[in-house]
């Protein structure tokens, strides 16, 4: 069975940093792209990021790019995404995502519960 | 691309079908996805290459369409299909999300 499990979200004030991880387990992990959706509280999804199997390939949102980082460690099956000059409108419900294959033309198949971020003085 | 979704809630009676819409701003092709979120929940695939049901999905779930114009088919509705449903285009960068349409019991 597949299992996605987030965690790094909390409290962060404006301008802070926060290292979101994801660990995977149930399948073979770096046969995957990998994805992070984010979902604002009451807001529809939206699409942050996502890594190739080989990490290879990585592409950004255009409200996060510059600023968020997503990685791999496909070797202890962990997705990370490095989040800096947080503001106010990345205050969201992060989902860790499993891609249907390896390259990035993907949709997320298999969804994380989610752990949250909130950027607040 | 940009992605919008019709209605944005669309009422019915249970037991009846419900046709929810998605358009985007630039061909992609097939690579269009829907998500259904159940509130508290993390959203669950359902279609993927526009017309392919997901692993365990059941066959009340159709999706159609490519290009720009997609359809998302639910038959004989029941309490657990009423929620939200997103679509996805996953074939340029940066994929996008439509904005939702909500199901629910009329």
């Known amino acids: 069975e597949v299992q996605l499990l987030e965690s790094g979200g909390g409290l962060v004030q404006p301008g802070g940093s926060l290292r979101l991880s994801c660990a995977a387990s149930?399948?073979?992990?770096?046969?995957?792209?990998m994805a992070w959706v984010r979902q604002a509280p009451g807001k529809g999804l939206e699409w942050v990021s996502i890594i190739s199997a080989s990490a290879g390939s990585t592409f950004y949102a255009d409200s996060v790019k510059g600023r968020f980082t997503i990685s791999r460690d496909n070797f202890n099956n962990m997705l990370f995404l490095q989040m800096s000059s947080l503001g106010a409108d990345d205050t969201a419900v992060y989902f860790c995502?499993?891609?249907?294959?390896?390259?990035?033309?993907?949709?997320?198949?298999?969804w994380g519960q989610g752990t949250l971020v909130t950027v607040s003085s | 691309i940009v992605m919008t979704q019709s209605p944005a809630t669309l009422s019915v009676f249970p037991g009846e079908r419900a046709t929810l819409s998605c358009r985007a701003s630039q061909s992609v092709s097939s690579n269009l996805a829907w998500y259904q979120q159940k509130p508290g929940q993390a959203p669950r695939l359902l279609i993927y290459?526009?017309?392919t049901r997901a692993t365990g999905i059941p066959a009340k779930f159709s999706g159609s369409g490519s290009g720009t114009d997609f359809i998302l088919t639910i038959s004989s509705l029941q309490s657990e299909d009423f929620a939200i449903y997103y679509c996805q285009q996953y074939n340029n960068w940066p994929q996008a999300f439509g904005q939702g349409t909500r199901l629910e019991i009329k």
């Open positions: 149930g399948f073979t992990f770096n046969d995957y792209a």
């Open positions: 290459g526009a017309s």
């Open positions: 995502g499993k891609g249907r294959i390896w390259e990035v033309v993907t949709p997320v198949v298999n």
